[in-house]
Nanobody
Framework: QVQLVESGGGLVQAGGSLRLSCAAS????????MGWYRQAPGKQRELVAG???????NYADSVKGRFTIARDNAKKTVDLQMNSLKPEDTAVYYC??????????????WGQGTQVTVSS
């Protein structure tokens, strides 16, 4: 069994910062890509930022220069530093990990989501 647990969401004023954290645990052999997605009301879930096991990153155009993704492979964690937040960043943010279980199964695992609300 694999779990992804997120923390760090909340309410912040426009221009402020938040840091999201996600920790993976359970029957994990290895983790490949990790990422953060978000889903605003009435919209589809979208990729915000991703990072490979080697540290290569990619970002949605809307967050480039404002958000930074980082991971700690030893701790099985991935963080998202969000600066200069805008009201349009308001969404539920989900952590995702593409991993291999101890039973050699390939799994794309999701966290439960954490709410980020940016007030204007």
């Amino acid at each position: 069994q694999v779990q992804l647990v997120e923390s760090g969401g909340g309410l912040v004023q426009a221009g402020g910062s938040l840091r999201l954290s996600c920790a993976a645990s359970g029957s994990i052999r290895s983790i490949n890509a990790m990422g953060w997605y978000r889903q605003a009301p009435g919209k589809q879930r979208e990729l915000v930022a991703g990072i490979t096991s080697g540290g290569r990153t990619n970002y949605a155009d809307s967050v480039k220069g404002r958000f930074t993704i980082a991971r700690d492979n030893a701790k099985k964690t991935v963080d998202l530093q969000m600066n200069s937040l805008k009201p349009e960043d308001t969404a539920v943010y989900y952590c995702n990990a593409d991993l291999v279980t101890t039973g050699w199964a390939l799994l794309s695992s999701w966290g439960q989501g954490t709410q980020v609300t940016v007030s204007s």
